[in-house]
């Protein structure tokens, strides 16, 4: 059974410290995603990736975020130095995209908590 | 500048009746549109979805209507049952970049 997974599933950190979220896609997959869930804006798109190539970060704070793909089975999302209003849930999502598939897996998210 | 829109936070729908969900898009270049469903603690999951040629699709329970002149999405669920109760995100695709809406929480009442 294929799987999202991401890493670490809660982190409560102050502000200024750096974070880092994991995901691994799924294996065989060419798009990665990002994505942040808050209460008023819904699910966002920070940045993603196909053939760990970064395709779009337009979604980014670029002075404090940063996303990378160093291998097929690794996606990191680093948040540097992070502030309070960063406390959100953050998604990983990988899919089959470009080929008439639209469809994304989700991974069960990084509850982040910025104090 | 939100381009996809649910409106309705929250929907109350008794067991056995029809649950409708609805979303409002502004961008006509949206080229597919799709349903996902959430429960708590967990990721978005495929629920359905819908190419922008096409104004309806059908699987089991779930239908989602397109009205394109209009830029709105539906999902209608029937019947609707318990374990539906979630929270819906409509999302549209445009050259592969996806945007969703905000959310609406279903609640099906035994």
């Known amino acids: 059974d294929a799987r999202v997974t991401q890493t670490p599933r809660h982190k409560v950190t102050e502000m200024g410290q750096e974070v880092t979220m994991r995901c691994q896609p799924i294996?065989?997959?060419?798009?990665v995603f990002w994505y942040r869930q808050t209460m008023m804006q819904g699910l966002e798109l920070l940045a993603y990736f196909r053939n760990r190539a970064p395709l779009d970060d337009s979604g980014m704070p670029k002075d404090r975020f940063s996303a990378e793909m160093p291998d097929a089975t690794l996606a990191t999302l680093k948040i540097q130095p992070s502030e309070p209003r960063d406390s959100a849930v953050y998604f990983c999502?990988?899919?089959?995209?470009?080929?008439?598939?639209?469809?994304?897996?989700f991974g069960p998210g990084t509850r982040l908590t910025v104090t | 500048d939100q381009q996809v829109k649910q409106n309705s936070p929250s929907l109350s729908v008794q067991e056995g009746r029809i649950s409708i969900l609805n979303c409002d898009y502004t961008?006509?270049?949206?080229?597919?549109f799709l349903w996902y469903k959430k429960y708590p603690a967990e990721g978005p999951t495929f629920l359905i979805s819908?190419?922008?040629?096409?104004d309806k699709n059908e699987d089991g329970r779930f239908t989602v209507f397109l009205n394109k002149s209009a830029k709105h999405l539906s999902l209608h669920i029937v019947p609707s049952q318990p374990g539906d109760s979630a929270v819906y995100f409509c999302?549209?695709?445009?050259?592969?970049?996806?945007?969703f809406g905000s959310g609406t929480k279903l609640n099906v009442k035994p």
């Open positions: 294996l065989g997959h060419n798009t």
């Open positions: 999302a549209a695709n445009n050259f592969n970049k996806f945007y």
């Open positions: 961008n006509s270049m949206f080229d597919y």
């Open positions: 999502a990988s899919g089959q995209t470009g080929q008439g598939s639209y469809e994304q897996y």
């Open positions: 819908i190419s922008s040629i096409k």
